[in-house]
């Protein structure tokens, strides 16, 4: 019963920014960590962005210095603050919350996207 709603996408200039949020149906500290994922038409879904429920965040290489996690774990809600945006950042981006069960199993649960076009 875990729910997970997008919103902030939008359509942008290269160079411009915006700032995504999720909002989760509980508590963000139920899970192990939170991410943000995106996937462009014929590509893997990738993970752009996540962060555990210590704080320890991590960032693919292709975003790194450009987009920033964040969480507001009162309002139970996960940020990814998005700048600097490039063409090849077009996709549609999806929220994540990872749940470890054991050592050797776990669920991911996933909110429904949100589209982010950057173009001239």
């Known amino acids: 019963q875990v729910r997970l709603v997008e919103s902030g996408g939008g359509s942008v200039q290269p160079g411009g920014s915006l700032r995504l949020s999720c909002a989760a149906s509980?508590?963000?500290?139920?899970?192990?960590?939170m991410g943000w994922y995106r996937q462009a038409p014929g590509k893997r879904r990738e993970m752009v962005a996540a962060?555990?429920?210590?704080?320890?965040?991590n960032y693919a290489d292709s975003v790194k210095g450009r987009f920033t996690i964040s969480r507001d774990i009162a309002k139970n809600t996960v940020y990814l603050q998005m700048n600097s945006l490039k063409p090849d950042d077009t996709a549609v981006y999806y929220c994540?919350?990872?749940?470890?069960?054991?050592?050797?199993?776990?669920?991911?649960?996933w909110g429904q996207g949100t589209q982010v076009t950057v173009s001239s």
């Open positions: 962060i555990t429920n210590g704080g320890s965040t």
């Open positions: 994540n919350a990872h749940l470890v069960i054991t050592a050797t199993s776990t669920n991911d649960y």
């Open positions: 509980g508590s963000i500290f139920s899970f192990n960590a």
